[in-house]
Nanobody
Framework: QVQLVESGGDFVQPGGSLRLSCAAS????????MGWYRQAPGKQREMVAIITSSSVTNYAGSVKGRFTISRDNAKNTVYLQMNSLEPEDTAVYYCNAVRIATMTTYWGQGTQVTVSS
């Protein structure tokens, strides 16, 4: 089992940047595929970005070119660098971990990102 703790959410103006962090309670090296999802009010949770254990990445079309996911296995941490933020990016952002061997899924508690002028 793994616990995930997100941080870095904030209020930012359009065009601004934020970096979200997700700290895992145990090693994620070669064990978990990690990802960021978000849920806006009244909408379903959606995938934002995923990074595999071999650092292959995949992004939602709406964030491609603006967001970058990365992982630091030595620190058991996954990051989401968000640039050129838009009001449509406003949501609660959740960290996700999928244990490769069993496909068991874990979620963090979420961090709020608000983009507004």
């Amino acid at each position: 089992q793994v616990q995930l703790v997100e941080s870095g959410g904030d209020f930012v103006q359009p065009g601004g940047s934020l970096r979200l962090s997700c700290a895992a309670s145990r090693s994620i090296y070669n064990i978990y595929t990690m990802g960021w999802y978000r849920q806006a009010p009244g909408k379903q949770r959606e995938m934002v970005a995923i990074i595999t254990s071999s650092s292959v990445t995949n992004y939602a079309g709406s964030v491609k070119g603006r967001f970058t996911i990365s992982r630091d296995n030595a620190k058991n941490t996954v990051y989401l660098q968000m640039n050129s933020l838009e009001p449509e990016d406003t949501a609660v952002y959740y960290c996700n971990a999928v244990r490769i061997a069993t496909m068991t899924t874990y979620w963090g508690q979420g961090t709020q990102v608000t983009v507004s002028s």
